[in-house]
């Protein structure tokens, strides 16, 4: 006990300082935009991400190609994508031929908010024959989902529509107002800015098909595994964010900080937002669960869909856990 405390002294006399706090760990992650990004604009305003230990620099995507082929490539950490973005390249599916063989999820986000929406004069799927329908790319990401949608209202792929990539949900939502195309999949709140246009949704994708997983947090399992206490910060800092909104005690404050980061969306839209994204069995999935049923479902598109062929059933291929399980501790 002298000892130490006599070492004590002796560090005051010299000057000893205490030793400074360990910097975040700056995590690069790639979005596309939209209103779904609720729950990451909530974390880095409420300080979430800098008490689970990480700094996050946010990048748009006007792309899943854009997205994917930059996550493969290193320049991204952590994408927020859609599951099946992360298994067609993993199985060499991909709209372009870049392998990424160590691509998974490791948290869920949400079911897509996936909504057909088409032009005013459109009022039903089978007003959609001969027409032409925008994806962001035809083998990856929700094209299957809508595939499926119009097969299942009795149109036939190749045979009696068109298809047309025009870039992701932000850049098909402004083609779709332009009358470039007749209909798309939007994800929510894109639709509700649709619709106070005018424009008609034709269906909601999980009416149709059931459990869906959506966006999910991915990453490159190398860098995931040299960097787990970033992902698991991540992790912690989204589920506490949706925690945060899920609260009805902050509605104003989380309307608010929606309408900061999307400037252009009228107050009574961020209000039917907070409806939809919030709903409290079809919002963001709570404590960033993935919902394995809704990725049989993407597997099961891919499997009928997908080039080349392949039998796609088991989801724990795509998702790790271990990084989940750590962060809920």
């Not at 709140?189 to 999980?206: D, H, M, S, V």
Request: aromatic content about 10%; some cysteine; glycine content about 8%.
């Amino acid at each position: 006990m002298q000892r130490l405390l006599l070492a004590f002294i002796l560090c005051l006399a010299a000057g000893c300082a205490t030793p400074p706090p360990t910097p975040p760990k700056t995590v690069n992650l790639i979005v596309f935009p939209g209103g779904f990004n609720w729950p990451i604009w909530v974390a880095q305003e409420k300080g979430l991400f800098a008490k689970n230990g990480i700094e996050v620099k946010i990048t748009p995507t006007p792309s899943s190609v854009f997205q994917l082929t930059n996550l493969i490539g290193g320049k991204f950490d952590i994408a927020m994508t859609a599951i099946d973005n992360l298994i067609a390249y993993r199985e060499g599916q991909g709209e372009e031929p870049v392998p990424g063989p160590d691509l998974f999820a490791f948290m869920g986000a949400d079911n897509g908010f996936l909504r057909l929406e088409a032009v005013p004069e459109v009022r039903s799927i089978g007003d959609l024959k001969n027409k032409t329908v925008s994806v962001d790319a035809r083998t990856t990401g929700y094209a299957f989902v809508l595939f499926e949608m119009l097969e299942r209202g009795g149109l036939r792929l190749d045979q009696d529509y068109k298809v047309e990539r025009a870039g992701g949900v932000l850049q098909r939502f402004q083609a779709l107002l332009e009358k470039k195309h007749a209909a798309t999949l939007l994800l929510s709140p894109f639709e509700l800015q649709a619709e106070e246009k005018g424009f008609r949704r034709l269906g909601n994708a999980t009416d149709v098909l059931g459990a869906y997983q959506g966006l999910v947090g991915g990453a490159r399992k190398s860098w995931a595994d040299a960097n787990r206490g970033a992902v698991v910060g991540y992790i912690r800092a989204f589920s506490e964010a949706v925690d945060w909104l899920y609260d009805a005690r902050n509605k104003d404050e989380a309307v608010a900080i929606l309408r900061r980061n999307i400037t252009s969306m009228p107050e009574p839209v961020a209000q039917a937002t907070y409806g939809v994204l919030l709903s409290p069995t079809d919002g963001f999935q709570k404590k960033a669960k993935i919902d394995l049923e809704g990725v049989r479902t993407v597997l099961k598109l891919r499997s009928k869909y997908a080039e080349p062929k392949k039998a796609l059933a088991d989801p724990l291929k795509y998702y790790d856990d271990s990084f989940y399980r750590e962060a809920m501790r």
